[in-house]
């Protein structure tokens, strides 16, 4: 049988807002990933995507149901997940004061005690991201693409299990997201990663996955759908039809 590495089970997710009243933010959230699979995850802006990225990083913790990642909690062992998981967010969060390097390094800080060692692994990353002659500049003196792209070469680092994604590349302007998007789609083929990426860009999510889970709002899966990896063009724009007329109407 498959191996299920992410497990996601009837989650509800409630907010408080000022003193009394609650927000349900998510409500019978379910779904499985299986080890190696590239999962895309679509959804109208709001719907819970960023608060689903969130809990199964372990940065907030669920208000009922569970998650379990190879079989734990990520909320109650973060630490442990520290460097089974890779994130790459929205915006890049950099630390302003560390340079390219110094920034790829973090993870590594966690595992590797040789600064030489952490040093060179990192290296290897951005540069392998397009960032030679970067390596000692600061956040502030690059590109928005360019800080992504140290973000990206972060989470590669610590050679994650599972690598998650939200809204990597999205605003990004469209040629420099397209080519952050190849490199990203080389790189976890070549490693053959889980990866969960969050995007609301649906001709995004059919290229990238290998399946394609549609959530709702407030959020829980509308469609889980398998895109084959041979599909034609024809093929996809009739996914990303059913996909965007699912998300319009709300339901299947
Ligand atoms: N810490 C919080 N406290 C209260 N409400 C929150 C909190 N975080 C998110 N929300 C609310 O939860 C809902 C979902 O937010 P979330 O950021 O998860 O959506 P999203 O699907 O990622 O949206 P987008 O596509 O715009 O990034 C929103 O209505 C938001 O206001
Ligand atoms: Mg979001």
Not at 42 to 68: A, Q, W, Y
Not at 149 to 160: E, I, K, L, Y
Not at 209 to 237: A, H, Q
Request: charged fraction near 30%; glycine fraction near 8%; hydrophobic fraction near 35%.
């Amino acid at each position: 049988m498959e191996k299920k590495i992410i497990v996601v089970d009837n989650v509800k997710k409630i907010y408080k807002i000022g003193r009394k009243q609650d927000f349900v933010v998510a409500d019978g959230l379910s779904f499985q990933v299986s080890k190696g699979e590239v999962v895309c995850i679509v959804g109208k802006t709001g719907c819970g995507k960023s608060t689903c990225f969130n809990m199964l990083l372990g940065i907030e913790p669920t208000t009922e149901g569970t998650i379990r990642i190879e079989g734990r909690d990520p909320y109650k062992d973060f630490n442990y997940f520290q460097t089974k998981i890779g994130a790459i967010f929205q915006t890049d969060r950099l630390l302003p004061w560390r340079s390219s390097l110094e920034n790829a390094v973090i993870g590594l800080e966690l595992v590797e005690k040789s600064k030489e060692a952490r040093e060179e692994i990192a290296l290897k990353w951005l540069h392998r991201l397009g960032l030679e002659g970067f390596e000692e500049v600061y956040p502030y003196q690059l590109s928005g693409g360019m800080r992504q792209r140290v973000g990206m070469a972060r989470a590669f680092t610590v050679n994650p299990d599972i690598l998650l994604a939200d809204e990597a590349f999205g605003h990004l302007d469209q040629v420099t997201s397209n080519q952050l998007r190849e490199i990203f789609l080389e790189l976890i083929k070549e490693t053959g990663k889980t990866c969960l990426v969050v995007t609301h860009d649906i001709r995004e999510a059919i290229e990238i996955g290998n399946r394609i889970i549609v959530l709702g709002k407030p959020c829980r899966n509308l469609l889980d759908e398998k895109i084959p990896e041979f599909s034609s063009e024809k093929e996809k724009g009739e996914y990303e039809e059913r996909i965007f007329s699912v998300i319009d109407r709300g339901e299947v």
